[in-house]
């Protein structure tokens, strides 16, 4: 039973419910990607966590008096005074969402040839850099490896691996150590303080900037002070702002753990690399104290800022990952243990060992969430993360097909997630049924945004 939510509902918005019919027809038209379809194809959406919260009362109260102004409005500073209390970073560069503050970070940080090394990127962040010709490296640490293992911080970068690269010869490429907490690409697995205060050393030693990806830095604050020795007794906000001043910056989307649906935030201290992101963000996200977003967005986001970090809110949050991991253990399907907050990763891999890599088995059963139940939700598996021929070779294959279900933050109710499980154990009692996918259309680049593909019949 997950702990009771801080909070009462007081807006509800009917959700589709659709025939296996309509979601036949639906994804067919779809090109068998859930990313084309419509929201009102859509019975439970865990596709993603960002930009699809719901807000507060008091954020929507603040909405109300955002400030349109163009330069300088009271919306800017209110914004950039929960940003400095967070983070107390000297420069503060507001961005319509976590993509472009990225784009910003890289081209000032990167040169062609150079390359990011993050515990992982994510897929919008490697693309980042790979468009800038540069190398998005990945050094994830050894007991992320082992998808059952109860390992608290799997999410951490693997040390050893860092000091080879930072000492070795490839020193000069390096532009910049980029951590992600939590580890979105590992799993949703934390990062641990004493994890970033290695790393933190290791970069100074090796004079490399340290940045955070911060999208779910309260989440990653919380499991702290819940699984490291020394910081049972800080507060999320203390641990977060412990986690903000080991890093020379952070870029965050705040579309999560800002709890609203638009924005983001570059913040840092070097000067000189201000001068450069300055000119980015005028360029092409809008003037400095707005950054893309209106007044209202500005506000919302201050107050969301405050909100994230309440021990009640979190403990909350925590809990319904947790209820959805015992639904989803319960239904018969294995996840990645132990389970982190915004998200589930289900091992698709092993439900399905009837499908090669080269038939996606994350995204047929992704595809199968959604035409027995309605449920959208993203692969992480080879789809994603493999590179691919123009002829449909697969080539690389990660060492797991995961499916993620996203939980929305202050969306869905206990009953919801139970209906998730109750679709996923009749998928897992005739495993054997579920088919494989071949591409029909191939793109090279963020590929599971705009591909296509078909089910195998045969």
């Not at 608290?152 to 907490?181: H, Y």
């Not at 499991?223 to 080991?246: C, I, K, S, W």
């Not at 935030?265 to 963000?281: E, G, K, P, S, W």
């Amino acid at each position: 039973m997950p702990i009771m939510e801080p909070y009462r509902i007081k807006v509800v918005e009917p959700i589709p419910i659709t025939t296996p019919e309509q979601r036949r027809r639906a994804m067919e038209r779809a090109g068998y990607n859930q990313f084309n379809l419509s929201a009102d194809e859509v019975t439970i959406d865990l596709l993603t966590d960002s930009g699809t919260n719901a807000v507060s009362a008091a954020q929507l109260a603040a909405g109300i008096d955002g400030d349109e102004t163009y330069a300088g409005s009271r919306s800017w500073h209110r914004f950039r005074q929960a940003v400095g209390d967070l983070m107390n970073y000297e420069h503060i560069l507001p961005a319509h969402q976590g993509r472009a503050a990225e784009r910003i970070l890289f081209t000032a940080l990167l040169k062609p040839g150079q390359m990011s090394v993050s515990n992982t990127h994510f897929d919008t962040t490697r693309a980042n850099v790979a468009l800038l010709g540069c190398e998005p490296r990945d050094l994830p640490c050894r007991e992320a490896a082992d998808l059952d293992s109860p390992a608290p911080f799997k999410g951490n970068i693997d040390l050893d691996a860092l000091r080879e690269v930072l000492s070795g010869p490839e020193r000069e490429r390096v532009g910049l150590v980029l951590m992600t907490v939590t580890n979105n690409g590992g799993g949703g697995q934390p990062v641990s303080m004493a994890n970033l205060i290695a790393t933190r050393e290791l970069c100074r030693q090796f004079g490399v900037p340290l940045f955070l990806d911060a999208a779910r830095f309260a989440e990653n604050a919380w499991l702290v002070t819940q699984r490291e020795e020394g910081y049972r007794d800080h507060t999320p906000r203390q641990v977060a702002q412990a986690m903000f001043a080991l890093a020379d910056g952070c870029v965050a989307s705040l579309k999560k753990d800002g709890i609203a649906h638009i924005g983001a935030v570059l913040a840092f201290n070097d000067d000189r690399l201000a001068d450069i992101c300055q000119l980015h963000v005028i360029a092409s996200e809008g003037f400095l104290t707005y950054g893309g977003m209106t007044g209202r967005d500005l506000d919302m986001l201050a107050q969301g800022l405050a909100e994230v970090t309440d021990p009640l809110y979190l403990r909350a949050r925590a809990s319904m990952t947790e209820y959805l991991a015992e639904v989803v253990d319960a239904a018969g399907v294995t996840i990645v243990r132990p389970p982190g907050i915004h998200a589930l990763y289900l091992n698709a891999g092993r439900l399905l060992p009837h499908l090669r890599p080269d038939q996606f088995p994350g995204h047929g059963l992704a595809c199968e969430l959604y035409l027995q139940g309605g449920i959208r939700c993203a692969e992480l598996g080879s789809l994603y993360l493999a590179e691919i021929d123009d002829d449909g070779t697969v080539r690389n294959s990660p060492p797991h097909e995961l499916v993620r279900l996203a939980v929305p933050r202050r969306v869905y109710t206990q009953t919801h997630l139970e209906y998730v499980g109750e679709v996923l154990a009749k998928i897992a009692k005739h495993p054997e049924r579920v088919p494989g996918y071949r591409l029909t259309k191939n793109p090279q680049v963020l590929r599971p945004f705009h591909c296509r593909l078909e089910p195998i019949t045969s």
